[in-house]
């Protein structure tokens, strides 16, 4: 089974081939983080245009590479929610147009679903499952049976973690994307130099903003007296509180559904110190702890042709509806699976 998925939810525009679910025989990626910096942060109208100019070209370039036609595809899978709406729409569109153009059934897939199943590309899971899903736009712990039934047991109820990461970076003054620099700070710096109270939340939810704020307030006191700051000292107390919380989280959450695996999701599985801290941790709770590969985590039209795999094998059935259309706002349990 060749499936061709695209993405284009949010500043991304990625055009893969894969095989019968497993084997990635092309995942073209254009990134505008280069266009978005200057901004501090993905502006949508303008991610929007770019999609539009890049997307034709990533298609040719990612069938060439997969040595394959449009002729050869069995399926489109597009995302079509969550994310900014007029990307989104950029991606529905243009599949939609190659559905009808070539007859090829189309299957509308959950963007934080292709980051979950990015996981299955390149790793063997046992399920049941829990799923860290940590991106900008997203933070959220959810369980996955064994037959691949979605629940969200919490999320952020302000900032999404990657959303943090960006705002103390601009803070820092270190630029945008913040999240791969502050990793690299964390090593430099001193966790323990700002202490950090953690958010009193309920269950498996996640509160953010006032450690944002924490950090925030910090520099600017330290401004306003003119006294000098180490940047990697902030840095390094602002993820070693972060990444603290969302092991304990995600590690409680398996001991409650006694389950023994976790996969990591989302641009912010890239981050070092989660990924060791909670292998860590995991293998001292017998959980086993997998994430995808650097490549993989940020968004990609590979995952989303796996999650569509996963979707089929569980009895969707496509139809030429081309009536699809993009949704900003979708919980990953509402959708039908």
Request: proline residues 4%; glycine residues 10%.
């Amino acid at each position: 089974m060749l499936i061709l998925g695209i993405e284009t939810s949010c500043d991304e525009t990625s055009i893969a081939i894969v095989k019968d679910g497993k084997e990635v025989l092309s995942n073209y990626i254009s990134s505008q983080i280069a266009i978005h910096k200057e901004y501090g942060g993905v502006v949508p109208e303008i991610a929007s245009r770019h999609h539009i100019k890049n997307i034709a070209t990533i298609l040719e370039e990612s069938l060439t590479e997969a040595k394959v036609t449009l002729d050869d595809i069995d399926y489109i899978a597009v995302t079509y929610a969550p994310g900014l709406i007029g990307a989104l729409l950029v991606g529905v569109s243009f599949a939609k147009g190659l559905s009808y153009g070539k007859n090829i059934p189309l299957v509308p897939v959950h963007h934080i679903k292709g980051h979950i199943y990015a996981n299955l590309l390149e790793n063997n899971v046992e399920f049941p499952c829990i799923a860290l899903v940590v991106s900008g736009g997203h933070t959220n712990i959810i369980h996955i049976d064994e037959k691949h039934n979605f629940t969200n047991l919490g999320g952020t109820l302000d900032d999404a973690i990657g959303e943090s990461y960006d705002k103390v970076a601009r803070v820092l003054g270190i630029g945008y994307p913040g999240g791969p620099v502050v990793d690299k700070m964390y090593y430099e710096g001193n966790p323990e130099f700002l202490k950090i109270t953690e958010p009193k939340v309920d269950g498996y939810n996640f509160s953010f903003s006032g450690i944002k704020t924490a950090v925030i307030n910090y520099v600017n006191k330290m401004k306003m007296k003119g006294e000098e700051f180490k940047p990697v000292d902030l840095a390094a107390s602002f993820q070693g509180t972060v990444v603290d919380i969302l092991c304990k989280k995600v590690l409680k959450a398996c001991e409650d559904k006694g389950v023994k695996h976790i996969i990591i999701a989302g641009g912010v599985a890239a981050n070092s110190l989660l990924r060791s801290e909670l292998k860590r941790r995991g293998a001292e709770q017998g959980v086993e702890v997998s994430y995808p590969s650097m490549k993989l985590c940020t968004d990609n039209g590979a995952m989303i042709a796996a999650a569509a795999y996963y979707k089929l094998k569980k009895g969707y059935i496509p139809e030429k509806n081309l009536t699809l259309n993009g949704i900003a706002t979708l919980p990953i349990d509402k959708e039908i699976w």
